[in-house]
């Protein structure tokens, strides 16, 4: 923008987002900052102890470079959220669409805008624009809002328009669409293999809905889409430049996923990385963990302008938008500072609100033996696996329950029991399960591996016990595995006011009022 002067090391600095450990900058991270003036900042729950702590952090980082840098954190709500259960999670996109009312993903974003806003955020990386419509997608899942883009972006463009009502920025992603594939990208470079009709159909349709939106922001993915394009989408001109910027007219930021997956490292030298996604046209490199790896970054693409190998006008078109971008939200002539003890009463003062949400979303799609209401006075075996996430191997997973604590407060009888992943039961566990009059099996996967195994344990149980009252607390595909189970729920996802309106609709208090927003092959 006009009268704003830059040197060539601050302009590079404004092309980045980076991301560092510690609940404050350590003194290599402040000179870091200082010297080289990042433009943007992303924030994960490994920056986050308490409220007053995050203010203070995002108080500290919005006063430490030339131009104020625009704080954006991943709080898509649901299962991706960083406050843990300190600040509003609302519920996962899948479970937002399930309510059936579009304005409902209006009212969840503006919770999130609203509490962010009050701890010194200025944007959001959401809303999720994939469509998922490959059941075993690892990463995405209950992130969509569904696997018909036409429910992706009615709601999509509803949760946009509730962080703009609360004056903070989003970021569709994840261009062109995660939402074809069966790998993690954080594993590895997806490959998917569609025709152009397709990928037109369901993965760009979103993303040109958003566009015309004028979204503030989004972000690439790392997927090759095959016969598409030749390169991977962040390092894409053809995406980027032709699609993106030529035939949707696009004027918004592009950012790049972070650049530090390990699939990008083995197969890049931190110089390709640079130039491809430079010349691709991202215009905000993102690097979200390591020091030594955004110094590189930033120091190359400083050697290749100061030695005319990429053009500094090039830098100065990604320039206009991100200082477009930081005018829109003030950054350019304030420096955002909040209160901790106004922060504190913000955080968390919708859960009213939330519950609500979730109280809608939950989605009953057997009940053939008559089971639901429950009866509190009945003795109940909650049955759990164990937890790893998306992006873990099974051998990572840890002892977490998700129903235990709330199912203790409401039943007078609960036995709780946690299973390997490994797909066995104990045969102590499979003799005692007529000694209960239900059985609860909370089922929570994020991937086709995840659910094979809970559900090669599952059959024995349901061998069992034919009652088993299933419940879907991540993907709702699980059912597939078992499409003779006769009482399954899903609630998309484990935050606390999803199990809270679960439990009301286990126990009749309220009646499941959620519809399946994706179609499950062989089953419905």
Sequence with gaps: MKGIQ?????????????????????DE???????????????????????????????????????????????????????????????SHMGLAATGQPDNARRASRILALELDACG?????????????????????????????????????????????????????????????????????????????????FCLQPFLALARE?????????????????????????????????????????????LEMQPIKDHFSTEEIVTRAVRAGVD????????????????????????????????????????DLKNRYHLLTTRKSRDGVLGEKAARSHLKQELKLAEKSITLLRNELGLIPLNRNRKVLILEWQKVKATQSLSQADDTALLTEMAGNIFQQVETRLLKLDGSVPEGILDRLNRFDYVIAGLYSRNPGIASVQSSALKRINEI??????????????ISHFPKIKTYLATYGFRRVQIEALFKVLTGEIEAAGKLPVRIHGIV
Excluded: W
């Design 6 to 26: 830059l040197s060539l090391k601050e302009k590079i600095g404004q092309m980045f987002m980076v991301g560092f450990y510690g609940t404050e900058p350590a």
């Design 29 to 91: 991270i402040e000179t870091f900052i200082r010297e080289y003036h990042p433009g943007f900042f992303i924030l994960f729950s490994r920056n986050i102890r308490s409220i007053p702590q995050v203010i203070e952090l995002t108080n500290t980082l919005h006063a430490m470079t030339v131009l104020s840098p625009f704080l954006f954190i991943d709080q898509e709500g649901g299962t991706v959220v960083q406050f843990r259960e300190m600040a509003a999670t609302v519920i």
């Design 121 to 201: 955020f200025d944007g959001i990386l959401a809303p999720v624009l994939d469509v998922n419509f490959e059941e075993k997608n690892p990463i995405i899942g209950i992130r969509s809002f569904s696997d018909d883009p036409e429910v992706v972006i009615r709601y999509a463009k509803k949760f946009y328009q509730g962080l703009q009502d609360s004056g903070l920025a989003g970021c569709g992603k994840h261009f062109p669409g995660h939402g074809g594939t069966v790998e993690d990208s954080h594993l590895t470079i997806p490959r998917v293999d569609i025709s152009p009709e397709v990928f037109s159909r």
């Design 465 to 478: 016990r034919r009652d088993v009252i299933v419940v879907a607390l991540g993907n709702p595909y699980d």
């Design 284 to 323: 905000v490199m993102t690097a979200s963990h390591h020091l030594d790896f955004q110094r590189e970054l930033f120091d190359i693409l400083y050697f290749k302008v100061k030695n005319n190998q990429i053009e500094e006008k090039r830098l100065d078109q990604s320039l206009s938008r991100i200082l």
């Design 214 to 258: 004028q979204i503030d922001s989004l972000m690439t993915s790392h997927v090759i889409y095959q016969g598409i394009a030749r390169n991977m989408a962040t390092f894409s001109p053809d995406l980027i430049g032709r699609v993106l910027r030529g035939e949707f007219n696009y004027q918004g930021v592009v950012f790049s996923d972070c």
